[in-house]
């Protein structure tokens, strides 16, 4: 069983950066795309970025040209840099993958909370 474990989110004041990371163990046979989500309270999980193994990573309109996805695949781990932060972007940041374009989401993790506000 696949464990992900995001990690680093905090409190940040409108402008400023935080890089996010997230952690991927246990029975990983292969990656197909990463993912980074984000929810806030009462919303559905939106879309903010997918990583391809092969292929362009893309962003959601929302987050483009402020956030960067890369991914270290020794340590199996994605990290998500934002920059630039405004207060919209407050939300539980998650991170999923898929093996192929048809498996589904691996379990979610707890997320981890990012807060922009003066």
């Known amino acids: 069983q696949v464990q992900l474990v995001e990690s680093w989110g905090g409190l940040v004041q409108p402008g400023g950066s935080l890089r996010l990371s997230c952690a991927a163990s246990?029975?990983?046979?292969?990656?197909?795309?990463m993912y980074w989500y984000r929810q806030t309270p009462g919303k559905q999980r939106e879309l903010v970025g997918t990583n391809l193994e092969i292929g362009p990573t893309t962003y959601a309109d929302s987050v483009k040209g402020r956030f960067t996805i890369s991914r270290d695949n020794a340590k199996n781990t994605l990290y998500l840099q934002m920059n630039s932060l405004k207060p919209d972007d407050t939300a539980v940041y998650y991170c999923?993958?898929?093996?192929?374009?048809?498996?589904?989401?691996?379990?979610w993790g707890q997320g981890t909370q990012v807060t922009v506000s003066s």
């Open positions: 246990g029975s990983i046979v292969s990656i197909w795309a």
């Open positions: 999923n993958y898929r093996n192929s374009p048809r498996s589904a989401f691996a379990s």
